[in-house]
T-cell receptor, first 114, second 107 residues
């Protein structure tokens, strides 16, 4: 089983619908991240969390919200999806003890907003 | 201007060729990462560098901190090396990513 699991892997939805992408990890890492990837652009940070009580906005947080339900779970919500939120979304984790260390990515969730 | 610039954006090679992908960054960093993204979308870490050079099989990564530049080399390239290669640097609490280099190795 993957260390970082994202669900759903693919989702097609309509404008205005609420969408939740879920991420769970078995690595025991404190730090969790949500990124989006668009063609021709690098991964961009949406939100990050350093522990259950810590939530921080990233570069492109508008239109998104997150919930850190437990150390192992970090969910991303789109309250009212719009077409320019069509993208590939990645959850990632890293170890708090290695501030510049390796990121471990989920397999990605492809979201299409019609 | 992006903080992390990669070149080339796209690269096509014949099997066996020596490949070089370049990465330049403008932020102060403590570590640089090279990542590989396969067509299915999954991303894996290849190297983490803070100085010098690292080698793993046919892959070699180098970094010049003074020039803020890193290169990823693939020797004896193979079709299974076809992927998007991404350079990334830690900047405070965020990792900044290049747009990626799409490599296609033809048999």
């Amino acid at each position: 089983d993957a260390d970082v699991t994202q669900t759903p892997r693919n989702r097609i939805t309509k404008t205005g619908k609420r969408i939740m992408l879920e991420c769970s990890q078995t690595k025991g890492h404190d730090r969790m991240y949500w990124y989006r990837q668009d063609p021709g652009l690098g991964l961009r940070l949406i939100y990050y969390s350093f522990d259950v009580k810590d939530i921080n906005k990233g570069e492109i947080s508008d239109g998104y919200s997150v919930s850190r339900q437990a150390q192992a779970k970090f969910s991303l919500s789109l309250e009212s999806a719009i077409p320019n939120q069509t993208a590939l979304y990645f959850c990632a984790t890293s170890d708090l003890r290695t501030a510049t260390g390796e990121l471990f990515f989920g397999e990605g969730s492809r979201l299409t907003v019609l | 201007k992006n903080e992390v610039e990669q070149s080339p954006q796209n690269l096509t090679a014949q099997e066996g060729e020596f490949i070089t992908i370049n990465c330049s960054y403008s932020v102060g960093i403590s570590a640089l990462h090279w990542l590989q993204q396969h067509p299915g979308g999954g991303i894996v870490s290849l190297f983490m560098l803070s100085s010098g050079k690292k080698k793993h099989g046919r892959l070699i990564a180098t970094i010049n901190i003074q020039e803020k530049h890193s290169s990823l080399h693939i020797t004896a390239s193979h079709p299974r090396d076809s992927a998007v290669y991404i350079c990334a640097v830690w900047d405070n609490n965020d990792m900044r990513f290049g747009a990626g280099t799409r490599l296609t190795v033809k048999p």
